[in-house]
């Protein structure tokens, strides 16, 4: 009971947070919005009207984009969780988070889990308004999708939890995300598919399945049609709890960053 209310407090506190910053939900769905609309326009005349993906159905190139585009929410929200982890850390609050009596594994999970559901929340937001610009899935892919997009989301935030325990000032914090951003999101399945980027160059197609990000878009995208990717699972899976166990070694008083910062 004391370690759910601890993360319900943490929750509260994400959650409160996010409502009082109401234009990163704005940023959030605009930046997407603008892919899925002006984006997908020109690539759709360049490509035709349907695009015929292994997933045993055709559909358009705005629908093809969608679940990238989600991933692209939570890739950004991810980030903003490390940018919020310095600023805490550069203000006091994150000390006093980590100095309570609960194990500090357990306090950056929930913190972790709390920016999931943050950016699940916001990914169906920008569902909602992608069918209201008729882009749409099958319906039962909405539902179908929510283990994918939770899954993808703590990786993502995961991933920024490592980074803001790398991460000294705010200062250095946009040439971290653009670092890590965007070779990510090009990199990927997002926009367009892999045998399309196997067939302009090999080594950029390599890139990509490198890249633990497409392996999330795949796993998401497959969901949405009431498919599952093994492989996209395995390797979503694998970075998720690679990226927190690193994430939580980085806030390790005695072995992690944290340490080496107040060394220095």
């Known amino acids: 009971m004391v370690y759910f209310t601890c ?4 929750l509260t506190r994400e959650l409160l947070r996010f409502w009082q910053q109401r234009s990163r939900l704005l940023s959030a769905l605009v930046r997407p ?7 997908a326009a020109g690539f759709r005349a360049a490509l035709g009207v349907a695009i015929i993906p292994p997933y045993e159905t055709y559909i ?3 629908v093809y984009i969608m679940p990238g585009l989600a991933g692209v929410i939570m890739l950004f929200n991810g980030m903003q969780s490390s940018l919020s982890m310095v600023y805490d850390r550069e203000m006091g609050s994150m000390k006093v ?3 309570s009596p609960m194990p500090r594994s357990y306090l950056l999970v929930c913190k972790l889990m709390a920016g999931a559901l ?15 610009l008729d882009v749409q899935a099958e319906p039962a892919g909405y ?3 929510l283990p994918a997009l939770l899954l993808t989301a703590l990786m993502l935030g995961a991933l920024g939890l490592l980074l803001s325990s790398f991460i000294k000032q705010l200062e250095n914090f946009a040439g971290v995300m ?3 951003v965007f070779p990510m999101f090009f990199l990927s399945s997002a926009l367009y598919p892999l045998w399309k980027m196997q067939e302009s160059s090999e080594w950029l197609y390599q890139l990509c399945l490198f890249n633990p990000f497409t392996h999330a878009v795949e796993l998401i995208r497959f969901a949405m049609y009431s498919q599952f990717n093994v492989q996209a699972l395995a390797v979503t899976l694998g ?3 690679a990226f927190t166990g690193l994430a939580i070694w980085g806030y390790d008083p005695k072995r992690g960053m944290v340490r080496r910062k107040a060394g220095g």
């Open 7 to 10: 993360f319900l407090g943490i």
């Open 33 to 39: 919005l603008l892919w899925l609309v002006v984006f």
């Open 60 to 62: 358009t190139y705005e």
């Open 97 to 99: 988070l980590l100095t």
């Open 118 to 132: 943050i950016s699940t929340l916001q990914v169906y937001a920008f569902f909602v308004i992608a069918w209201l």
């Open 143 to 145: 539902v179908l999708v």
């Open 178 to 180: 653009n670092f890590v």
């Open 239 to 241: 970075c998720t709890l």
